[in-house]
């Protein structure tokens, strides 16, 4: 049963652009042709407009009978400052406990009578709000969505449930050793950056998150110049279109200047950055950080199925070799600005576990990954080229297990919307991991986790302060 609950709150910035990497597909875009209605087929998918110029895309899918509408919210972070941080998380969580016509209680005894679902989710690039239910109930699940959309009720119990929500969330900075080393690594390589302002509420934000400042961002975000909609199921372009003129299509186009974040790279190095808490005693939570890929480069995917191939190699250097921690890995986070990492989860051995991970750097280096050991206790190595269609493949496998649920193709959709402008160019951008080389694969790596000084973080006791080694 699925309920209006309150949305889970994470470090977006390092989590969310993460899981967009798990969804990877195989089609490719075809050309745009118009149809007798207007609206624009493309892979199945007619783009229409509604009377005030919002884009509608829809998907159709006549395989089950849930359907999936996302409004979204183009400019995210870039209508923030570092002091209004989340400030646009909090205002869509608002949206879903309460508006105008339908209070809290309300919301959720509907939610359980036709187990329906509306959710929020942001990014720096912008917002969505979601709802998912099965087509009988959509005719009265529609009204009930975009009155959370136009009219959010901001009740003061309400806001105030949100705000000890986030009071949680800014304890477990400082009890959760995590969420320490997320927070105070952000903090230090995103300092004089655009990605300073986070999507998330912050310490030094939350005394900002007001229904007063979320009242002024909804009247800003209100703006049909900044608003896309996506549809998928058994939709008809022109027919929604038409219902959702009744709402979304009375949006007035305002006529501030619109933003536009200029992004540079990420610029990462320094002597290791060693933070103490209790909660981390007798154990170590590390990361090495670098600038890594934009999400528009052409090394993206290369860079993408390095780490998850080194992953494999740390694993069987640090944790099964070695037993120096309980997680390895690897990963980049593939935003405009990105960032290729290194984790530790665990370290039990804090004076060489630095040290095992440049061994598990030199085999992946010289273009190797493990497949076990030899009789001789040696390990059993093969060609990053024996083992890349495997990597690949664990991609492919991720797109169909996530495109189940229209849900899911919608957020995608959104995503390749907000990231590129165009609903099929995420789509279109991983088609190509099928064109990518062991030797780009290498070079990827080489470019990222060799070349860029870096700089690590960790969180460790007290007393394993002078224990740990770099």
């Known amino acids: ?181 997320a927070y105070e690594m952000t903090q230090t390589i995103f300092k004089n950056h655009p990605y300073e302002v986070s999507s998330a509420v912050r310490p030094y934000s939350i005394e900002n998150i ?15 110049r900044r608003i896309m909609i996506v549809a998928v199921g058994n939709f008809n372009a022109k027919t929604l279109a038409k219902k959702l003129n009744k709402t979304f299509g009375a949006i007035d186009a305002q006529s501030y200047e619109l933003r536009y974040a200029d992004v540079p790279p990420l610029s990462i190095s320094g002597a290791p950055v060693v933070i103490t808490s209790e909660a981390a005693s007798g154990t170590g939570y590390l990361e090495k950080v670098a600038s890594g890929p934009s999400i528009f480069d052409d090394d993206m995917l290369a860079a993408s199925l390095a780490a998850t191939m080194y992953s494999q190699v740390l694993f069987n250097v640090v944790r099964e070799k070695y037993g120096a921690c309980y997680t390895p890995s690897a990963s980049i986070t593939p935003m405009r600005a990105g960032m290729a990492s290194v984790h530790i989860f665990k370290a039990s051995d804090l004076q060489n576990v630095v040290t095992y991970e440049k061994e598990a750097h030199a085999i992946f280096a010289s273009g190797f990954v493990i497949d076990g050991k030899n009789d001789d206790g040696t390990y059993a190595l093969s060609p990053i080229a024996d083992r890349l269609e495997g990597c690949k493949n664990q991609y492919i496998n991720s797109f169909y297990a996530s495109s189940v649920m229209n849900s899911s193709v919608a957020s995608r959709i959104a995503y390749s919307l907000l990231m590129f402008g165009e609903p099929h160019a995420y789509d279109e951008k991983i088609a190509r991991i099928a064109d990518v080389s062991a030797k780009e694969v290498q070079a990827a790596f080489k470019k990222y986790w060799a070349e860029k000084s870096g700089q690590w973080f960790a969180v460790v006791g007290p007393a394993d302060k002078t224990q740990i080694q770099f």
């Open 1 to 181: 049963m699925k309920l209006f609950l309150k949305p889970r709150r994470t470090f977006i910035c390092i989590i969310a652009a993460c899981m967009f990497f798990s969804c990877v597909t195989t089609s490719l875009r075809k050309n745009d042709t118009q149809t007798a209605n207007g609206a624009f087929s493309q892979n199945e998918m007619q783009i229409a407009h509604l009377a005030n110029g919002i884009p509608l895309y829809v998907q159709k899918n006549t395989a089950n009978r849930k359907l999936a509408l996302l409004v979204i919210v183009q400019g995210g972070t870039a209508y923030l400052t570092r002091e209004t941080s989340g400030l646009e998380s909090a205002l869509f969580s608002m949206m879903t406990y309460g508006s105008q016509k339908y209070n809290y209680d309300t919301l959720q005894q509907l939610a359980y009578e036709m187990n329906i679902a509306i959710t929020p989710s942001v990014s720096r690039e912008g917002a969505i709000l979601s709802m998912s239910c099965i087509d009988y109930y959509f005719e009265t699940v529609l009204p009930i969505f975009a009155d959370a959309f136009l009219h959010p009720a901001f009740e003061k119990e309400q806001y105030d449930t949100l705000m000890t929500g986030y009071a949680q969330d800014m304890q477990r900075l400082q009890t959760d050793s995590q969420n320490m080393l």
């Open 210 to 224: 007001t229904i007063e400042n979320m009242r002024r961002l909804h009247e800003k975000d209100m703006d049909a």
